[in-house]
Structure formats: C-alpha cells, structure tokens
C-alpha cells in the first residue's frame, strides 16, 4: 500500500496533455514543461546553466568532472533489501555513486560519496526531504531532465550548491524528437544490440535508460575507466519488497520488477564492453537477479554474522 503521492496531479495532467497534442516523438517534452531551460557545457571543464521560467537557478556540468574525481574503483549503490547485509566500512571515500533511496546511507555506512544519481521524478516528490536533509553543498549529482525540473518545482534555490550532470536519454532526447534506431545505430558512441539493449561510451551526450538509473550509473560508471565496478543493492528479483530504509506498508511504486529482463539485458551488453576495457564488474548482491545472468555473488562485502555468547 502507498501512503503517498509519488507525482502531483498536475503533472500527470501535463504528461497527458504532451503524448495528446505534441504526440509520441514529443510526449517526453513534459520532462522540461514548464519553464525548464538547460545549457550544456560546451567544454571539457567548462560549465553549462539550469534556467527555471526565466531565473538562472544553477550549473551543469560535463561527465568529465566525474571521470576526474573517480578512483580505481567505482561502486554503484542501489536500494533493494540486500544492502542491509554490507560492510560499507571496506568502501572507501569517493567510490560510491548512490542510486535513489541508497543516499540514506550518507553520514552513517557511507560518508563520503563519489555522487548521487536520480533520474525517476517521483522519487523527487515522494521524498524530496530527505534529499535536502542527505545531499550537501558541492556534491556531483547525476540527473534527470524530469528530476531537474521536479527539483526547481520543489526549490528552485536547491541547486545552487550542487555539481549536476545531465542524465540524458538518448531515445528521448533534452528538446530533441524521440530517436529511432536507426538514427541510434548512426551515432559513433552509440552501441544497441538486435534485442534492443543500449550502452552509451560517452554519457554526455546521452545514455541508454534501461528500466532502473542502475543502468544509466554503469555507463556513467564505466566512462571513469575504473579498473572494477561493485555493484550493490542491485536486487532486481526482489523488487516488490521494502526497500532497505522503507517499512511494511510504505514502499514506493517500483516498475523494476516488469524490467528485470530489460535491466539485465543492458547489464550483459555492458560486460561485454567492459571486458573489452579490462574493466571487471562485481555483484556483491547475494540475490540479485544478474547471478542468473552470470554476475556470481561476491561475499567480501558481507556483514560478519554475530557470534553468540
């Protein structure tokens, strides 16, 4: 049962009207209407702007400057049930990029983040304090056109302090008409499979969204070039269970479990591409739908189990 909204009703309205009168090239114009303008950094180090009906209300910033402040390993940090089971004290500062609800662990398991990624807006309305409570000044945030604009609607003064890097869709595109395949299969950075499964070699100009922002993180993930990438809280099977901070009764929609099949597509498309990099990716859920798919359990992370007295 869901005790809150997820979106306004108005915004429901305004996806509505989009799909009706711009039709389906253009539904996703309702990601920036109304009144979200973006600018994209023209530069390596360069930044862009974030306008909100007319006022400059922040800077986005190219994926380098992630590249730049990622280490040897990057973790990406989801929110199923299972990472009440890890050890986040053998992850160092700066290695986590934190999916959604997974920014709870912020100033408790982990303290110092790599960056946070949102690109679901009902996340932003269901619990927009808890983003304000978690994520500090000077943080590299990864984010959604529809995140963005649900951020200003909420606090358009919010981003002033964050790093933002634009998590675009590269099938439906920041002021751009949807994308077909073909027109995906023409750009050099650009690889999608015969099954429909996408990877992105250069997130900023766009990434392949797969069902859940885990697959958007991989690619933003592998862009850094890391020697591994860990992968928690990646649970997928268990998708319809409390997440790891939520109660019985309190859980949010989650459409993760209808796109498991999809998610894990993305995910053997990547390894294949991170092989190629000699980049290794680690499971460090232990029920995790990708074990099935050839992504073993790896238990270095686990919680000691308490010894009894």
Not at 60 to 67: G, V
Not at 91 to 99: F, R
Not at 207 to 235: E, K, N, T, W, Y
Request: net charge positive.
């Amino acid at each position: 049962m869901k005790l809150k909204s997820e979106r306004p009703f108005k915004r429901s309205i305004v996806k509505l009207a989009t799909t009706v009168f711009f039709g389906k090239a253009w539904a996703h114009a309702q990601n920036w209407i109304p009144g979200l303008d973006l600018r994209l950094p023209e530069a390596l180090e360069g930044e862009g702007t974030i306008r909100f009906r007319g006022e400059p209300v922040g800077r986005l910033y190219h994926a380098d400057l992630l590249r730049r402040a990622a280490r040897g390993t990057v973790h990406i940090v989801g929110s199923g049930p299972s990472i009440a089971g890890v050890d986040f004290s053998k992850v160092g500062p700066g290695e986590a990029i934190l999916l959604n609800g997974a920014i709870n662990l912020i100033g408790s398991r982990i303290a110092e983040p790599l960056a946070i990624a949102i690109e679901d807006e009902r996340f932003v309305w269901r619990h927009f304090a808890l983003m304000r409570e978690k994520i500090v000044s000077g943080a590299i945030c990864l984010l959604s056109v529809g995140v963005i604009r649900a951020i200003c609607e909420n606090d358009r003064g919010w981003l002033a302090n964050k790093r933002v890097i634009l998590i675009d869709d590269l099938r439906k595109p920041y002021r751009t008409r949807r994308r077909s395949d073909e027109e995906i299969r023409a750009l050099d950075f650009a690889v999608l499979d015969d099954g429909g499964a996408g990877f992105s070699r250069d997130p900023a100009r766009g990434v392949f969204q797969g069902g859940s922002v885990a697959v958007s993180a991989l690619q933003f993930a592998v862009f850094c070039q890391p020697r591994s990438i860990g992968l928690f809280g990646i649970d997928i099977s268990n998708a319809g269970d409390p997440r790891f901070y939520e109660k019985v009764g309190d859980t949010a929609g989650s459409g993760i479990a209808g796109a498991a099949g999809r998610i894990v597509a993305h995910f053997l498309l990547a390894r294949q591409l991170c092989a190629e990099r000699n980049i290794e990716i680690r499971n460090f859920s232990p029920v995790s739908a990708l074990i099935g798919a050839g992504f073993p359990y790896d238990s270095r992370f686990a919680l000691a189990k308490a010894v009894n007295a």
